[in-house]
Nanobody, 117 residues
Framework: QVQLVESGGGLVQPGGSLTLSCAAS????????MGWYRQVPGKQRELVAR???????LYADSVEGRFTISRDNAKNTVYLQMNSLKPEDTAVYYC???????????WGKGTLVTVSS
């Protein structure tokens, strides 16, 4: 079992910045990737960014150059620095972890990010 707890969501004005954090705890296994997904009502959950234990990153085209994902393996924590936020970034952001060798996915409960003036 892996528990993921997100923090850092909230209301921010367009052009502003916000940092999300996600800490993993529980029966610690080999966490391969950690990442962030987001979802708005009526749409599928989509990948925002993810990072492997080796530091390889992947970003959605819509956030490339504005968001930065980072990971502290010692703390089993992943961060998402979000800059130049746009109203279309408004969503519930979910933390995700994929563990080895099972490649099971674990999810946090989500944190709401609202970009509005």
């Amino acid at each position: 079992q892996v528990q993921l707890v997100e923090s850092g969501g909230g209301l921010v004005q367009p052009g502003g910045s916000l940092t999300l954090s996600c800490a993993a705890s529980g029966s610690m296994v080999n966490i391969w990737t950690m990442g962030w997904y987001r979802q708005v009502p009526g749409k599928q959950r989509e990948l925002v960014a993810r990072v492997t234990s080796g530091g390889n990153t992947l970003y959605a085209d819509s956030v490339e150059g504005r968001f930065t994902i980072s990971r502290d393996n010692a703390k089993n924590t992943v961060y998402l620095q979000m800059n130049s936020l746009k109203p279309e970034d408004t969503a519930v952001y979910y933390c995700n972890a994929v563990v080895l060798p099972s490649r099971l996915n674990w999810w946090g409960k989500g944190t709401l990010v609202t970009v509005s003036s």
